[in-house]
């Protein structure tokens, strides 16, 4: 699991099962190319404060909120 801090300040946990994916099927990441404080837009279920994510990748340069969310710990 990652927690991350969304724009808004909130803290999100981030459950990363072996089915979830990292970059875009064009630009395919692993789960070492992102370190502490990257920038990221996580899509998946979310409950609560907790998002299962399906797909996790780099946030674009210059995307302001939304999404986006920055990572805390891995």
């Known amino acids: 699991t990652w927690t991350v801090r969304t724009p808004a300040g909130a803290t999100v946990t981030v459950v990363i099962q072996?089915?979830?994916?990292?970059?875009?099927?064009?630009?395919?990441?692993?789960?070492?190319?992102?370190?502490?404080?990257a920038r990221i837009v996580v899509l998946g279920t979310r409950s609560a404060s907790t998002v299962t994510a399906t797909r996790i990748t780099k946030a674009p340069a210059g995307r302001?909120?939304?999404t986006t969310t920055t990572v805390a710990a891995g």
């Open 18 to 37: 072996p089915s979830t994916t990292f970059g875009t099927p064009a630009n395919p990441l692993a789960v070492s190319d992102f370190s502490v404080g």
């Open 64 to 66: 302001p909120g939304g």
